[in-house]
């Protein structure tokens, strides 16, 4: 046991509850810098009575009232908790120090606190302070904190694969089912509300509920003003470019994960500490870095491969396909490659086989097709697929695109190619011409457009 003089407590909340402990015939009154969040997050009850008790008596409180149990434990039993807050699960918490306290007497945990130790004897009070100084109380709260936040995992992974969702667009009324992503991605798009990325939500419904509340009581989101009618918070939301939600609310906090991570710590705590980290390594020796592997895709069927010389040899061995023979057969530089590539891919995409334009139900169909007619190598002529619009991927993340290459021998003797894209310096003496002759107006001419739109 320690014994803390009063005047030189070091927790400003404790002193504080202390010193406002109320006279015999006012005990009723709520003590402030005791008093916890109305839903506190991530908080599971144990299976049973929903209700905590007190550590020294049989009194017990609602799950909900967590303050008065406080009030009752400082008042009737002269025990201060500090840190409440940091208590992820605060029944779990007091249950584990009422069996503890019945095992051994409490002056082997806490710390004692002599309140008014300048005055009278008679007039001095003593209390017993449990923190996590105390270090089977650090590791008692740091396990809670890995249980709250396994579960708060569980159930995101819940949320995150559920499909019986079911709900509401808050500003239009919409209805969506199936994954809660739905809503959230529409609300963002449609109506520029963005509360996140899905998977760093939790409690997704209860969440959305909290949000439809207040908006029901005609309460702005962001500012949290209330207005007169819906009409006017409408406007007012959209003019003042309040259809957010504040980040500094913590009531919202328990709705994200991020809340969840470390023992105490916010999202903003934990946010610095990553900048920070990221500014002390600004230095660091990236010698030992390595690339990951390219996983370029076939372009017939679904094998991948960590090299796209692995990936040639495949295209080769199994459907008889050897672009690096058509590049030197057919003396193709870069930007003919890209086009060619993004050609085929796209004919597969639409399960047309580019030999001789029937069309399937499925690739599968289509590649056995094209193997037994050895349509794979038969390409159309060059002006098919030569044309503009394949300069563009037929898929945003297509590595082989990435990987292709010029032979030297493409190059002229000031290293440029013959017949490439002209390089057009910032310096254009002739912007018109340039307008004319640029690529979005040679895909209108390809498409067979008569219009003389300009750009």
Not at 146 to 161: C, V
Not at 406 to 418: C, Q, T, V
Request: one cysteine or more; a negative charge; aromatic letters at 8%.
């Amino acid at each position: 046991m320690t014994l803390i003089p009063g005047s030189q407590l070091g927790l400003t909340t404790l002193n504080s509850a202390i010193s406002s402990l109320p006279p015999p015939d006012s005990r009723d009154c709520i003590l402030e810098p005791l008093s916890l969040p109305e839903s506190p997050g991530g908080i599971t009850t144990l299976e049973g009575s929903p209700s905590v008790p007190c550590i020294f008596c049989e009194e017990r409180f609602p799950v909900a009232e967590q303050d008065k149990l406080l009030k009752h434990m400082i008042i009737e039993h002269k025990i201060v908790i500090a840190d409440v807050k940091l208590v992820a699960d605060f029944r779990r918490y007091v249950l584990y120090w009422k069996k503890r306290f019945t095992e051994q007497p409490i002056t082997d945990f806490c710390s004692l606190i002599r309140t008014n130790c300048k005055a009278p004897f008679e007039e001095q009070d003593n209390y017993f302070l449990l923190c996590d100084v105390l270090p089977e109380d650090r590791v008692l709260r740091e396990e809670l904190q890995k249980q709250r936040l396994k579960e708060i995992l569980e159930q995101q992974q819940h949320e995150r694969y559920d499909t019986s969702f079911r709900g509401v667009c808050m500003f239009c009324s919409e209805e969506f089912t199936g994954n809660r992503s739905v809503l959230l991605n529409h609300m963002a798009r449609e109506h520029a509300f963005n509360i996140g990325l899905p998977d760093n939500i939790v409690h997704c419904s209860e969440f959305l509920q909290t949000l439809q509340k207040k908006l029901d009581n005609l309460q702005c989101l962001y500012c949290e003003k209330f207005f007169r009618d819906k009409n006017t918070l409408k406007d007012h939301m959209r003019k003042k470019q309040h259809r957010r939600i504040n980040a500094k609310n913590r009531e919202y906090d328990r709705f994200y994960v991020i809340n969840y991570l470390e023992l105490g710590k916010s999202w903003e705590e934990v946010q610095l500490e990553d900048d920070r980290e990221l500014l002390d390594h600004q230095e660091d020796d990236w010698s030992d870095w390595e690339e990951h592997p390219v996983c370029a895709v076939c372009l017939f069927c679904e094998k991948q491969a960590d090299t796209t010389e692995k990936l040639h040899v495949h295209m080769e061995d199994a459907h008889e396909f050897d672009l690096l023979k058509i590049k030197s057969d057919l003396g193709l530089h870069f930007y003919q490659q890209v086009k060619l590539v993004n050609f085929i891919r796209r004919e597969v995409h639409q399960c047309r086989c580019y030999g001789c334009h029937l069309k399937f139900t499925s690739k599968a169909e289509l590649r056995n097709h094209m193997e037994k007619t050895k349509h794979i190598s038969m390409l159309p002529e060059r002006t098919t697929w030569d044309q503009p619009q394949y300069y563009f991927p037929t898929y945003e993340n297509d590595t082989l695109l990435c990987a292709l290459s010029d032979s030297e021998g493409d190059l002229n003797a000031e290293g440029l190619k013959e017949d490439d894209i002209p390089v057009i310096s910032e310096d254009v003496p002739n912007l018109q011409a340039l307008k004319q002759g640029s690529v979005l107006n040679q895909l209108l001419q390809g498409d067979g457009s008569k219009s003389q739109r300009k750009l």
